[in-house]
Each structure stands twice: as C-alpha cells, then as structure tokens.
C-alpha cells in the first residue's frame, strides 16, 4: 500500500494521549516494533498523520514512523499487514 507523507497536521494530541497510542488503541494490533515502511527496521516510533496515495478523498490516517520516514515527503510503501486507523476523532477516541 502506497500512502502519502505530507506533513499537513500539526501534532496536537488525542484523548488517547498520543497518536502512536491512537494507533494501538484502534489497529488491535496489541504492540509494534518495527517502523511500518517496507525494508525500514527502524524503531523509534511515533504516530503520524497521513493520506492514502491512491484515494481521491481528503482523508487523514495513523500509522507508526520511524524518525527517518516521519519526516520524509512524498509517498512511502509500506506493509500490507498493517492498518491505517482513522485520525477523525469523532469517530474514534471521542466519539
Ligand atoms: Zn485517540
Ligand atoms: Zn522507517
């Protein structure tokens, strides 16, 4: 799956006290280690708001980041495996 980086939100936080947590809470993947990006085994993780490369719609996703790919723009493949959690809070954390 290819989603875009671009940055557009600012990194306020969630009910859940952090977006990484976010992640967790609404992927039901229990824990994560690894940077989701394909080929990246990088481990300082944090939750990142970004879109689908291949969608139409303006909507915006968690997935876990390393430092590295947090901050880099463009589009970045990562593994089918795991889930890109909505980061609408209204129909998550504070719904
Ligand atoms: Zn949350
Ligand atoms: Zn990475």
């Not at 980041?65 to 980061?87: F, M, Q, R």
């Amino acid at each position: 799956m290819l989603i875009k980086n671009i940055n557009g939100i600012s990194n306020s936080n969630c009910a859940c006290g952090n977006w990484l947590k976010h992640w967790e809470n609404f992927s039901h993947y229990q824990s994560i280690s690894f940077c989701v990006v394909k080929n990246c085994c990088n481990r300082d993780l944090d939750g990142v708001h970004v879109q689908k490369a291949d969608s139409p719609l303006d909507e915006w996703y968690i997935i876990p980041l390393c430092s590295v790919h947090k901050t880099s723009k463009g589009e970045l493949e990562i593994t089918d495996a795991y889930k890109l959690v909505s980061a609408n809070k209204k129909e998550t954390c504070e719904k």
